[in-house]
């Protein structure tokens, strides 16, 4: 195999997308096909809630993409995927027509209450999923563009670099909470009622946004094995551990890292995109700083620089916040995620998959010593 996107997978990759594409048959397959009394019946708010985790793995992958083989850490990454979701909501917006409360054809309910006029330019040809889909990509790609060609150009890196990451989301939430933006205020956009002509509510469609979120999951992960697996690869993971080496070698380190910050950040939009049609609404408070920095955890307790430990983090954090949350140790959970970070730092600093390769590694080589023939003594 020739293929750019299949040849550099290693065998712990392959197993992790045949179990992800294993997961994207069988999950929708028992919610559909079963009936709800049988006990392998998965039911729709648990397929609704795992596409979540989905589409938050997705974003873990994005960032780990920049931080674990670029040295990016960007506490902003929580922007990119709200306007990939804002996107999304905007083309689900569009497709309620008559149906809203105030039944109007072209203004979404929110504007005919604040008693807009017309519709603001920047809505047009969001009934048009093609329109829509570009829009999911172009927005986060377009800021991330503008965002690294001066933050990079002008040397910025380290902790000053993710200072300015995070005022730029914090920025865009007080941004987004004004009912002048034309994007809902902080009731954010939501009642959606169809998706590409199914209806948002319907086991089915969201059997199909599961089976879809598993699969762009899928093909990110190979988008960025083919890209740290190649001389491209390497050469940002020359930037992350020596970078003033590697600009006097005569790289062009701001190009590279702008390169991969971009494509980053349009996977973060396609994340925020899945992720709104399954939980039903987007609002500003998906740009708060202490998302992104969350999601940074995740990234740290999966194993930072080895992109499936990064989808695992975001699956067992939000599994670990969805059980915690919901009984008494609710308020508490704060407090549990920082001693969980805390925790990993400290005592598994490669993160869950980065200690087990490490572990497995430290085996194998121990494994060939042993193996290696004793040497012949001098005659």
């Not at 550099?8 to 990759?13: E, I, T």
């Not at 072209?106 to 829509?132: C, G, K, R, T």
């Not at 008494?328 to 549990?336: D, E, G, I, K």
Request: include cysteine.
């Amino acid at each position: 195999m020739n293929a750019p996107l299949i040849r550099p997978l290693d065998r712990a990759s392959t197993i992790f997308l045949i179990v992800l594409a294993a997961v994207a048959v069988i999950v929708p397959l028992l919610n559909l096909a079963l009936p709800q009394n049988s006990p392998w019946h998965v039911p729709t708010y648990l397929v609704a809630l795992w596409g979540k985790y989905i589409c938050y793995a997705l974003l873990a992958l994005s960032i780990d993409l920049i931080w674990g083989y670029c040295g990016i850490l960007s506490l902003g990454h929580g922007a990119f995927f709200a306007l990939g979701g804002y996107a999304m909501g905007m083309y689900l917006m569009r497709q309620i027509g008559t149906r809203g409360v105030y039944a109007n054809p072209i203004l979404p309910d929110f504007m005919v209450f604040l008693n807009w006029q017309e519709l603001p330019w920047y809505w047009y040809f969001f009934n048009h999923f093609p329109y829509a889909a570009l829009m999911i990509v172009l927005v986060p790609g377009l800021l991330a563009f503008v965002f690294g060609w001066f933050a990079f150009r002008s040397r910025v890196t380290g902790v000053y670099l993710s200072i300015i990451t995070q005022a730029m989301t914090f920025a865009l939430m007080l941004g987004f909470f004004r009912n002048n933006f034309g994007f809902g205020g902080n009731n954010g956009l939501t009642d959606f009622k169809d998706i590409l002509g199914f209806n948002v509510q319907a086991d089915t469609t969201r059997a199909a946004l599961f089976a879809i979120s598993c699969l762009a999951l899928m093909i990110c992960f190979l988008i960025c094995r083919a890209i740290i697996t190649s001389k491209f690869g390497n050469v940002l993971v020359a930037i992350r551990d020596a970078e003033a080496r590697t600009r006097f070698l005569g790289y062009r380190v701001e190009s590279y890292k702008l390169f991969v910050f971009v494509l980053s950040a349009c996977m973060a939009g396609v994340a925020g995109a899945l992720y709104v049609p399954q939980v039903g609404i987007i609002n500003p408070s998906e740009f708060a700083p202490g998302n992104s920095i969350e999601a940074v955890i995740w990234v740290a307790v999966g194993g930072r620089g080895t992109l499936i430990g990064a989808a695992i983090g975001a699956l067992v954090v939000n599994y670990a916040k969805t059980y915690f949350t919901s009984g008494v140790l609710a308020p508490y959970w704060l407090f549990l995620l920082g001693a969980l970070f805390v925790g990993v730092t400290l005592l598994l600093p490669r993160g869950i998959v980065g200690t087990i390769n490490h572990f497995l590694a430290e085996r194998r080589h121990r494994a060939a010593i042993k193996a290696e023939p004793a040497p012949r003594p001098a005659e």
